[in-house]
T-cell receptor, first 113, second 113 residues
């Protein structure tokens, strides 16, 4: 069964600190992996998209890594800001199912001043 | 500005009263999709459309209908809403199913009494 597991479920860190969010998947076949940021009550916004051959991709202070062998991805946030408070959703494309997208349930990140 | 719009943003209705949530995109995208998001369950796909006049069920299609008569519009119809359809709904679009970045609308918060 295609699954995407994210950890931790929630995380609280102080402003200025770094953090890393994890995404493990069992989706097969694999096409790409996406990280989205979702502010409370708003639609998700894409941060990165990585294919099988890409190990790392950055978007400002956000850096995503992908290990296709172990089927793991991480999202690293550097020098966190209050505006980073949001849910971060990992989505894997390529497996079967309705339209080939398997969503994780997200990590809820809170940045405290 | 490239965007996905949804209307209404908020709706409170009663059981059994038919309603339609509109979705429109101005990016000439072929692929459009509807999701619902509930606490602890993440985003779940309701219906998707690969192109005009082509629609298919997602993971949770019961109680919903869609149509795709024009490329830009993809309305979600609840013929007889029930309280278990109280949720936050998102419309999304992308150039094609698969690799391309998916753009999400701002969301519609629906309450069925």
């Amino acid at each position: 069964k295609n699954q995407v597991e994210q950890s931790p479920q929630s995380l609280i860190i102080l402003e200025g600190k770094n953090c890393t969010l994890q995404c493990n998947y069992t989706v097969s076949p694999f096409s790409n992996l996406r990280w989205y940021k979702q502010d409370t009550g708003r639609g998700p916004v894409s941060l990165t998209i990585m294919t099988f051959s890409e190990n790392t991709k950055s978007n400002g202070r956000y850096t995503a890594t992908l290990d296709a062998d172990t089927k793991q991805s991480s999202l690293h946030i550097t020098a966190s800001q209050l505006s980073d408070s949001a849910s971060y959703i990992c989505v894997v494309s390529g497996g079967g199912g309705a339209d080939g997208l398997t969503f994780g349930k997200g990590t809820h990140l809170i940045i405290q001043p | 500005e490239a965007q996905v719009t949804q209307n209404p943003r908020y709706l409170i209705t009663v059981t059994g009263k038919k309603l339609t949530v509109t979705c429109s995109q101005n990016m000439n995208h072929e692929y459009m999709s509807w999701y619902r998001q509930d606490p602890g369950l993440g985003l779940r796909q309701i219906y998707y459309s690969m192109n005009v006049e082509v629609t298919d069920k997602g993971d949770v299609p019961e109680g919903y209908k869609v149509s795709r008569k024009e490329k830009r519009n993809f309305p979600l119809i609840l013929e007889s809403p029930s309280p278990n359809q109280t949720s936050l709904y998102f419309c999304a679009s992308s150039i094609h199913r698969g690799y391309n970045e998916q753009f999400f609308g701002p969301g519609t918060r629906l309450t069925v009494l």
